[in-house]
């Protein structure tokens, strides 16, 4: 189940050349059946209730997602929440933080109303742009690889790429410092603040911007979260973390695997492929 070669895009000279080392997956064996995620395919199929901005004028102003705690009908009850974390802890997930970060964080808020009674099912859901809120099984699942070096530590600083609607910056706030997250798309950059605005949650800052550049001015991270698939994970980012670091992150165009990098040198990264995942491709430039 893993694979230790080192395929990131660094010039061979730059990879120092060692034996392949254990990366810290203690649950390796039991997480063997994981869930895809299904981002792609959930923004497929919600194509035509999702169309691109410049179709539809009203969809291109982000709308705000009302914080109202009338909200919490009994379809989206703390149980309801309480079942979600029950079902990815069955999927594998163990690290206890991250389940309790995921029972805090008010998932069927970031999305639209009519979606928000969906908010708690096991499925990437759409949120605009032919975009999608990760799958909560595949959220929970990176934070906890992401988590793993600090041996019950809070990570320190912690990038992410693919803001979306905010979710996953939200549950990454409960396990990290500070949470720096960059969104390529700027009307989800501002629908993910108009989310976390009333949440007033201290240790997220957001960016606008190519998150395929890091963010060089807040690195170096100990840990960096892609929510978007490339073929390849930027040499940029690799260079933004500590050593000791980790990065997970989708990989793969039709088929993509979800991988761990680990920084274990100033020039030597080790890489281990985790199991198969969905997500929506990571794109250069702004939008
Ligand atoms: N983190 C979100 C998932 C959003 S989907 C959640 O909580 O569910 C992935 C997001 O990555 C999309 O919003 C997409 O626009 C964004 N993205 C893709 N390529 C990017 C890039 N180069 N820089 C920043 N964001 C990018």
Redesign the pocket.
Known sequence: MTDKDKRFPLSLGSIGVRSPQAIGDRNAARRSVATPQT?TRNAARHGERMPLPAAAPARAAPQRIQSDPDRATPLISPAVRRAMVERIARQGVQDRRVLAAMESVPRHL?MEPALSSQAYIDA?LP?G?H????QPYI?ARMIEVLCGASNGARLERVL????????????LAHVARDVY?????KP?HELARSNLRPMRIANIRLHY?????GLPQAAPFDGII???A?LEVPQALLEQLTVGGRLVAPVGARHQVLQLIERIGPSEWTTATLEDCH?????????
Not at 131 to 134: A, G, V
Not at 209 to 213: A, I, Q
Not at 279 to 287: D, M, S
């Open positions: 981002a970031f990437s949120i742009y975009q999608t809120i990760s959220v992410e790429i693919g803001t979306g609607c905010g979710y996953q910056a939200a549950v997250s960059i969104e390529r798309i989800l911007g190519d998150g395929m550049l892609l929510a978007a490339g997500f929506v491709p990571l794109r250069a430039g702004t939008a």
